[in-house]
């Protein structure tokens, strides 16, 4: 028998306390990954007390640690809760792609029929205006609550962008920022499932305030593959880790440069780091976005490239979140 075979057995033998089926055939868990002896699974824990909730983990690591092969496992727990999502999307540093890998998920998740939102909370460098085709276009207001702004891509969204001059620096205090970042967020969302929050690079304040305050479901955090990068990436894992916010995975930016000229392909901040990193963390890694011109004109335009028909970059990576979102309900992209 092929080993995922094995260690989806092993899944399924432990069981669900409110529907009596195995986790993997109830639907409460995704077939579980391994790769070099380390395996991942996520369960949805939907419903179930916090008691039962560690007794599902502690059951699911024991069952799987016992399939031969099995070095080490890591089981994310998620569960549905009532009113919508908070991913956080974050960095270790800035300039590393957080605001373009945002901006191209809303859209890829969009696209596949989720009802998402983005939050520009890069409240000292606000980009998303731009990059979502919605610079200079204010939010209105009924009542205390401002409504978000629809961009071009169907996508609703707020950025600090449009609440100040084009140009103005924002110069504010952590309190002050955070703040603001909480009208954001508070917005009159609707019908709005899942809320990007591109966030400022680092691990601040401002971080801090919105992690604690609004709690999201999982973090994804972007890197470039040089080591430098990688290693402000590990510090923003540390910062989630006793946040305890969960770690949906890695994505790689900038990797590989293909000259448009001779078509050689080069990698000028190194190849294969963040995947590297991931899986001496134990983190799943969710996909690697090359260093690609069109890729900073198109955003630049304000036209994400996640929205061309054969994006097969930005909807993987969609998929995989989607996915972690949702084991029990696979989306198609
Ligand atoms: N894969 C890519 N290929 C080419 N250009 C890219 C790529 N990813 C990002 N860029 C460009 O790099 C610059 C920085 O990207 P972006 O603003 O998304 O980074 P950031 O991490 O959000 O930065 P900040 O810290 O300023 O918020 C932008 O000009 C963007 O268009």
Redesign the pocket.
């Given at each position: 028998m092929n080993i995922d075979t094995v260690l989806s057995d092993a899944l399924d033998r432990v069981v669900d306390p409110i529907s009596g089926k195995g986790l993997l055939s109830g639907g409460r868990a995704s077939p579980p990954r391994i790769s070099e002896g380390a395996v991942s699974v996520v369960v949805d824990v939907t419903g179930l007390s916090t008691g039962a909730r560690e007794t599902i983990e502690a059951q699911v690591k024991a069952s799987l640690m016992s399939v031969a092969g099995v070095d080490s496992v890591r089981v994310a727990l998620t569960a549905e809760k009532r009113g919508r999502k908070i991913i956080a999307i974050g960095?270790g540093k800035?300039?590393?792609?957080?605001?373009?890998?945002s901006a191209n998920l809303a859209v890829a998740l969009r696209k596949a029929g989720r009802k998402v939102g983005l939050v520009d909370a890069?409240i000292y460098?606000p980009?998303q205006a731009r990059l979502m085709g919605t610079e200079g276009i204010r939010p209105t207001a009924e009542g205390q609550k401002m409504d978000p702004v629809l961009s071009p891509h169907g996508v609703p969204m707020l950025s600090m962008a449009q609440l100040v001059k084009p140009g103005q620096a924002i110069a504010w205090r952590g309190p002050m920022a955070a703040n603001a970042l909480g009208q954001l967020i508070d917005a009159e969302w609707g019908d709005t499932e899942l809320l990007l929050l591109?966030l400022?690079?680092g691990t601040g304040d401002v971080q801090l305030t919105m992690v604690q305050k609004y709690k999201p479901v999982g973090a994804l955090i972007?890197s470039t593959p040089q080591d430098l990068a990688l290693m402000d990436a590990t510090r923003a894992i540390d910062f989630f880790n006793q946040a305890h916010v969960p770690i949906i995975g890695l994505v790689e930016?900038?990797a590989g440069y293909e000259c448009p000229h001779c078509g050689e392909v080069s990698d000028p901040f190194g190849h294969g780091g963040a995947q590297a990193a991931a899986m001496s963390m134990e983190l799943p890694f969710l996909g690697r976005?090359?260093?690609?011109?069109g890729?900073?004109t198109a955003?630049?335009a304000g036209t994400p490239p996640a929205l061309a028909d054969d994006d097969a970059i930005f909807a993987p990576i969609a998929q995989k979140l989607s996915d972690w979102l949702n084991p029990a309900k696979p989306a198609s992209f």
């Open positions: 960095s800035g300039g590393v792609g957080k605001s373009t890998l890069d460098g980009s591109d400022p690079p972007v930016n900038m976005v090359p260093l690609d011109i890729i900073r955003s630049d």
